[in-house]
């Protein structure tokens, strides 16, 4: 696993050394178009977010943003490769080219927005590190943790905020970092820490991985802001409207009622945001260099941002997760996109 | 290479090309000019590139702080510490892990190595099984083994198994207690020194004697008696000096003493174990390359089967034993970098895992974790091939 790790990491650090200069930037798009697929970097197995299902077909939030970039870009959703990586390789494979779109639960920070060529192209997940713990120990909130082993995935922006957590409230701990977030289950099932700690989305995802989903409890504390979203490379800016616009596109279509089932009659609509949205009126595409019917393709094949939250994160998901932040800006939540016009 | 001696005549000199010092020179010159404009091109690319991508460079990163927790540290250590804290707190951890791997798996290669020889067949065989057993499974997965099989089977903080209610141990480690030192203490180790050296003399002087009357006197024993033995009277005499702080169960876990990390035993374990088989088959091969005309002159002159070993045999055996040997110090040394993979905070793990990650700079992290690798090994290459040349048959 770590050999592989490093081999990843080498080979991307020698891309980086050899190759000339000039090939670095710009022409994503069509470089995609070209390859006819969209390189899409998720995570090593996050189930709701990105994992792969009983078929080997990868699902997910973060998936449905790959999909709906292909969708756009494509005209077909199922074209994309997906390359899994941990939290350690991601940055150095989009910096590389070996990806060209990091949907993998990222969180949005100044660090990795400035310094590492790297651009967020939103949110589509708002998170925050929560912590379970197992149920026989009767804890009910995160200031009786002090002096508790806690075991945090390698990589992860948890490693800081929780050091901070703990130092502003004045408490000890022992970190024990694993390198993937199997390990870490792993390590807090045989009971090497009493805590588990990381966004309250992937808690829910590794509590339904537990032997004993039921003997864990998730405290109700939230410690940190964690928004995530999809990353580019910095340097090709229509690369980064297409990922930034087909994340918009799902917002907008739910907040307009568009669905996949019901985008074929919305097509006739008189609503003038709708026909814009569809290419009815125009085409909106055109300064992305994506076809006019780029947001309907989105729509009819991944569905609004709504629908892919349900299916694979919400209450018709197994991870049962309430929209609270993640609503609507109409609807208590913070999920606001730009219009099309 | 030799140069051939110029036969030419004085005064008559030749065309630079047909003289094969100068041509040496400069083929010399040419390749020395190749290396340096391809390392300058790599370097220029790399930052060409690095810059085209908007991606940060250089190594001001090891001032910023590091924000993140590490749970086992020799050096003083603390979330508000640097980036390059990290580095060096990886690094002695890797070290620690190294140095004292490297120690077990000589002193169980050895054992068992000797076993295998043995003439008891039982022993013989279970150095056998050892052998086979350990050297044919994947590191990794021996790693994995120790750390989820055996330690998963420890009981919880709560339950701690304790040995005389000063020792603990449980799932999240061993918690033996640390010694805290008062004044006067200096006096123990001083002498514990003073007794060192005294030994050292006493055996200097025996085997003087003995080369110059043949009687000597049990030095060995002497020598262990003084050594521990003084120490022990010192601290009695001054009343002992050392209070015990001893680990107590609080809250989660165990406060106070000091605690061996379970992924540390874990991995130092794999690494002894896994090592250790391939030493034995080194030792037993060195021992089987002394031809047996050896051992049976030494036995003609009746000595025993140890002094045999010891006089005879092992130190013939060292100049084949220490050159793989090195090679398998170096193996356990590279190989402790799989610590990543149960959590044991080594250099792979803290640095080229949670520092690069945290900060990015993934060509100035790997860079400085391979020179650090690269260092280390070379060092122990170079103690192991002063010390092959130490033991090496001297030829008159």
Redesign the interface.
Known sequence: ??NKK?WV??A??GI??????TT??AATLEDTIERGAVQCGVSDGLPGFSAPDGDGNWQGLDVDICRAVAAAVLGDADAVNYISLN??ER??AL?SGEVDLLSRNTTWTT??DT???LNFAGVTFYDGIGFMVSRD?GISGADE?????ICIQ???TT??N???Y??ANDME???????TSE?TV??FQ???C?VLTSDTSQLAALRIQLDDPDGAVILPDIISKEPLGPVV???DDTWFNIVKWSLFAMLNAEEYGITSENVDEMVNSENPDIARLLGQDGNYGEGMGLEADWAYNIISQVGNYGESFERNVGMGSPLEIERGANALWNQGGFQYAPPIR | MSVRPNTRPAGHKPLFWRDRAKRAIVFQLLLTAAVAVFLFYIIGNVQDNLSARGITTGFGFLNNTAGFGIVQSLIDYSSQDTYGRTFLVGLLNTLLVGGLGVIAATLIGFIVGIARLSPNWLLARLATAYIETFRNIPLLLQIFFWYFAVLRTLPSARDSLAFGEVIFLNVRGLYLPEPLFESGFGLIPATFIVAIIASIALLLWNKRRQEATGKRIPAVWISLVLIFGLPLLITVATGVPITWDIPELRGFNFRGGFTVIPEFLALWMALSIYTAAFIAEIVRSGIQAISHGQTEAAQALSLPRNLVLRLVVIPQALRVIIPPLTSQYLNLIKNSSLATAIGYPDLVSVFAGTTLNQTGQAIEVIAMTMAVYLTISLLVSMFMNWFNARVALVER
């Open positions: 696993m770590s490093h990491l080498l991307s650090a980086i050394t050899l190759t000339g200069a670095a930037n939290a350690v940055f150095t910096q660090t990795r310094t590492l060529g120990l943790l002090d002096g508790a082993a390698t990589g992860t490693e800081l929780v050091a901070d703990f130092r701990f022992d970190p024990i970092v694993f390198d390990q792993g390590g045989a009971g090497r009493d490379r910095q340097g």
